[in-house]
Nanobody
Framework: QVQLVESGGGLVQAGDSLRLSCAGS????????VGWFRQAPGKEREFIAA????????YYADSVKGRFTISRDNAKNTVYLQMNSLKPEDTAVYSC??????????????????WGQGTQVTVSS
């Protein structure tokens, strides 16, 4: 089991950037793939991005491709989500998740056993 803590959320204007961090505890974190998901009020949780445990494979939802970048620093037990050109529709609670999974399973929230508490991102128009 790992524990995850997200940070970096906030209130920004459309077109601004934010960088979210997902800090993991436990020796196994660096061996786990990590995904970012978001959930807006009244909507289902949505896959945003994922990165393999080595960091050599990344995956993105079409809605954020070209604007968001996921990366990781295993020496710091941290995964980042750089969000550029933010839009009002990006407003949501963003959560990171980690598990020993790969491939298409990275896009499915139910495949992850370890979750952070989430951080709010609000983009004003």
């Amino acid at each position: 089991q790992v524990q995850l803590v997200e940070s970096g959320g906030g209130l920004v204007q459309a077109g601004d950037s934010l960088r979210l961090s997902c800090a993991g505890s436990g020796r196994t974190f660096s061996n786990y793939a990590v995904g970012w998901f978001r959930q807006a009020p009244g909507k289902e949780r949505e896959f945003i991005a994922a990165i393999s445990w080595r960091g050599d494979s990344t995956y993105y939802a079409d809605s954020v491709k070209g604007r968001f970048t996921i990366s990781r620093d295993n020496a710091k037990n941290t995964v980042y989500l750089q969000m550029n050109s933010l839009k009002p529709e990006d407003t949501a609670v963003y959560s990171c998740a980690a598990d020993d999974i790969w491939g298409f399973r990275l896009r499915i929230s139910a495949q992850y056993r370890n979750w952070g508490q989430g951080t709010q991102v609000t983009v004003s128009s």
